[in-house]
């Protein structure tokens, strides 16, 4: 069983920064691909990054320049850099654990974290 812990959300103003971190239980978070999604309120869950077990990354349009998403995996953990922050990120932030290359279907969610951008 795989259980994933965020941290770092909270309250900043437009323009500034946070970094979010997600700490993995278990023994697979390096052979699997992790990834933030995030949900706005009255919105669908969205993706924002993932990170492959090799490092590729892929972004949204929305974050494309301004996040960054890199990944631990001595530590178990991913993280989100997050830069020149707006209203439209306020969200709740989810990790994601996809190990369906180990096993079709595997896929884990963290609790999510909560980013406000306002001033």
């Known amino acids: 069983q795989v259980q994933l812990v965020e941290s770092g959300g909270g309250l900043v103003q437009p323009g500034g920064s946070l970094r979010l971190s997600c700490a993995a239980s278990g023994s697979i978070f390096s052979i699997s691909t992790m990834g933030w999604y995030r949900q706005a309120p009255g919105n669908q869950r969205e993706l924002v990054a993932t990170?492959?077990?090799?490092?590729?990354?892929n972004y949204a349009d929305s974050v494309k320049g301004r996040f960054t998403i890199s990944r631990d995996n001595a530590k178990n953990t991913v993280y989100l850099q997050m830069n020149i922050l707006k209203p439209e990120d306020t969200a709740v932030y989810y990790c994601n654990l996809d190990g369906s290359k180990i096993l079709p279907g595997m896929d884990y969610w963290g609790k999510g974290t909560l980013v406000t951008v306002s001033s």
């Open positions: 990170i492959t077990s090799g490092g590729f990354t």
